[in-house]
Every structure is written in C-alpha cells, then in structure tokens.
C-alpha cells in the first residue's frame, strides 16, 4: 500500500487538506497527517480544526512514496519556512520520488527548489514564484517529472484522483470516481 504525507499547517486550506486525505483513503492508500510540530490540533484557514495523526519529525523520504501539501497562504508560507518539510521536499526529490501541491503550496516547493517548468497554482501566487512554465487555466492538474500541482479548492477532488491514478492505477481512480461521481474529472 502507497504511503503519503500530508503535513498540515496553522493556516491550511481545509477543503483542499480534506479533500486530498479522504480521496486517497478511499482509494486504500495509507495518509499521514503530519503536524510540524507536537501540537497535533491545528487551526486552518476558515477556523476548523484538525487533528493531525503524528508529527512529521522523524519521517524520511524512504517511509514514503508521495508528499502532498495542501494550499492556504497561511499553512503554504509554513511549510515554506519549515526546516523539516523543505528538507524532507529535496529528499523526495533527489530520490525522484512523487512530490504534490495544490493552490499557494507550489510556492513551498519553489522554496525548496523542487518546483518544475510546467505548473500551475492559485491565481496570483506564480508572481511570487520564481519558476518559469506557470500553466494558469489549461488544466486543474499539471504533471510535471515527478511534481504534481494543482489549481485550489475546487480542483482538489481531481487533484486527489490524479494521485489515486499514478499511486494505485486506473481501476481504483474508476472506482473512488465513480462513487464521488466525480465523472467531470475525466479529462486527467
């Protein structure tokens, strides 16, 4: 079973972390919900709180086969200043394993240097990015190498199905699809 991190921030935005978590949970796919600290309550950006399963201290890049990181400006500029989270981005990097971030997020994979050519993000967040190739409107999904962006809140379920897709194939991205009637995000 794929095991990915999702490393939750005071700021995150709630709908895009929900989404990513249960979409691949669905698909039977193991997700760490990764505090950056050991205060596993974290606030997101509209007020709900959510309990993280662990801290993200102590994972490396071989217990994972993907890092996903979800949006909002607030938890984004977290993990873009977080020793830990950018240094666990090179790791995954360096090994070619599978990096993901949606909304402000790519704005963290450009502070550690693993953002592609070929992106997209939350309008307005690529002029603080220095990576070239931003991608707007075309796609809810861009697949760059071994990076994955996405768009914001309205594009996380197929954000979540394009990962369920790479991660554990097509049959299971029909499946979990199928039951979110999530048929719109057939273009992926």
């Known amino acids: ?19 990513i978590i249960d979409v691949l949970r669905r698909a039977g796919i193991e997700v760490i919900m990764g505090s ?19 801290s993200i201290n102590g994972i490396t ?6 890092i996903v990181l ?5 938890g984004t500029k977290a993990l873009a200043q977080d020793l830990t989270v950018q240094s666990l981005l090179q790791e995954m ?4 394993k599978n990096i993901g971030a949606i909304c402000a997020a790519p704005f963290a994979l450009d502070a550690a240097g693993v953002l592609k050519v070929g992106y997209t ?7 603080q990015i220095k990576v070239d190739g931003y991608q ?19 594009t996380a379920i197929c954000f979540a ?9 097509d049959e299971a991205y029909e499946r979990v699809s199928s039951g979110l009637l999530a048929g719109y995000c057939k273009e992926l």
């Open 136 to 154: 707007g409107d075309k796609a809810a999904v861009v697949q760059t190498d071994n990076v994955m962006t996405s768009r914001g809140p309205a």
């Open 36 to 54: 950056l600290d050991e205060n596993l309550l974290i606030k997101g950006a509209h007020g709900m709180m959510i309990q993280a399963d662990r």
């Open 93 to 96: 990097d360096a090994k070619g």
């Open 1 to 19: 079973m794929p095991r990915v991190l999702v490393p939750i921030a005071t700021g995150f935005e709630e709908i895009e972390a929900v989404n």
């Open 70 to 74: 979800p949006g909002g400006w607030g």
């Open 61 to 66: 890049a071989d217990d994972l086969d993907m």
């Open 121 to 127: 993000c939350y309008p307005g967040i690529e002029e």
């Open 161 to 169: 199905l394009a990962i369920v897709k790479k991660l554990v194939g």
